[in-house]
């Protein structure tokens, strides 16, 4: 124990005789820790607002539907015979934070021509409290929570139609007693999402407007959607399907993960630069110290002790610069959670079109506390890399190597 404890305090001391050349290293080795905490936090928070804001819009965090109401393949495809009631929810409790939705493909009529779209039943008190779908009207009004028969049609698809405010277009589907359904109904407001491809490919009305147009009992709809972005997990429920929004929109999940990915990808490589850079800056710290390890060798000094206080040395070194990297890391998160980054920073003022929706989040930084491990251990296994190449060398250059 005394041995070892010495060999602490011969490697600790060996860190003062070159003292600018040792602050060099932990500052650079600090910095480099605490850049990609940082990095990864902003990569994770980014990612959660930017989702956030956009399942907020319209798409929402889950759907609870009928177990076949979906596909099991593709959840692109549903199946509108298959409806539902509050009555089968086993937890009334997810009521609060979802709002009920008949969904059905339509054409409808304008003055120009005839298009299909997806029309949606909405809750609409419920809709303006949960989601943030009535901000993307631009033009004209969000529904009338009391009226009927009224729609709302994508700007693009509007103009594709010919349809203005306060026209009347002819809806025309199937209604789901096998008869054909087909209605008129009056243009109340136009959506815009930023040029998305969503503005031509969907329309809203009431729920109650939706049902009657069906053919579906007051109490039967299609879809529960939950907003609850903030509860991980989804609810096990034995009679109705759960579907993530992870499973409805694949090509945006896969892309958050993508992103994420390369983000451990680009922390990786930065680790591995500053490594190949101590790397050097080891190796001419040892062979300026050759005299000094020739000379432990001949008054009885073991190689293997020498390499073992080097190896303690630079550990000491990466110790000390860690604990400042994650220190500074820590500090810098918590920064950007009182201090949120608008994504425009990072896009030249341009605002994110994802999945058809205008995405503008402010990024709050939330810390994961296992990036605050996870990266110190993966410093701590590229820095025993790159002490092993100079201990080589260091070793064989050894002329009295006992």
Not at 13 to 39: E, H, Q, V, Y
Not at 173 to 180: E, P, T
Not at 255 to 284: E, K, Y
């Amino acid at each position: 124990m005394n041995a070892f404890m010495y060999l602490i305090k011969f490697s600790y001391r060996n860190l003062f005789r070159a003292p600018k050349r040792t602050l060099i290293m932990i500052i650079s080795l600090s910095l480099g820790c605490g850049f990609i905490i940082w990095d990864l936090n902003f990569a994770n928070s980014g990612s959660r607002e930017i989702m956030k804001d956009f399942l907020k819009q319209y798409a929402g965090v889950y759907h609870i539907t009928h177990a076949e109401y979906y596909d099991s393949k593709n959840k692109k495809e549903f199946n509108t015979y298959r409806t539902m009631t509050d009555d089968e929810l086993e937890k009334k409790e997810l009521i609060e934070q979802s709002t009920r939705r008949a969904v059905a493909p339509v054409f409808i009529s304008g003055e120009k021509k005839t298009l299909g779209v997806l029309l949606t039943g909405l809750e609409v008190e419920k809709e303006k409290k949960l989601s943030t779908l009535y901000k993307a009207i631009k033009s004209g009004d969000f529904l009338n929570s009391t009226g009927s028969k009224e729609i709302i049609l994508g700007k693009k698809f509007a103009q594709r139609i010919e349809a203005k405010l306060g026209d009347e277009v002819a809806v025309v589907g199937q209604a789901l007693d096998g008869s054909v359904a087909n209605d008129l109904f009056k243009v109340v407001g136009f959506l815009d999402f930023g040029g998305g491809d969503l503005e031509e490919s969907l329309a809203f009305t009431q729920l109650s407007s939706a049902q009657e147009f069906l053919s579906l009992p007051p109490d039967r709809f299609h879809q529960r959607v939950s907003f609850d972005v903030e509860t991980e997990g989804l609810p096990k429920l034995k009679q109705l399907g759960v579907t993530s929004w992870f499973d409805l929109i694949p090509e945006i999940g896969y892309s958050v993960q993508f992103i994420d990915n390369i983000t451990w990808f680009a922390c990786i490589i930065i680790v591995m630069v500053v490594s190949l850079g101590l790397s050097n800056t080891l190796m001419i710290t040892f062979f300026e110290r050759e005299q000094e390890f020739n000379s432990l060798n001949i008054i009885g000094a073991k190689t293997k002790w020498i390499t073992f206080s080097l190896m303690i040395e630079v550990f000491i070194m990466g110790t000390v610069a860690i604990l400042l990297g994650v220190l500074m890391g820590y500090l810098a998160v918590k920064y950007f959670y009182y201090h949120p980054i608008n994504i425009e920073l990072f896009t030249g003022g341009k605002p994110i079109i994802m999945g058809g929706m205008t995405i503008v989040p402010l990024v709050r930084f939330y810390a994961l506390p296992q990036y605050f491990w996870q990266v110190p251990l993966m410093i701590y296994f590229f820095l025993s890399l790159t002490m092993i190449y100079p201990l080589i060398r260091v070793i064989r250059r050894s002329k009295n190597a006992i």
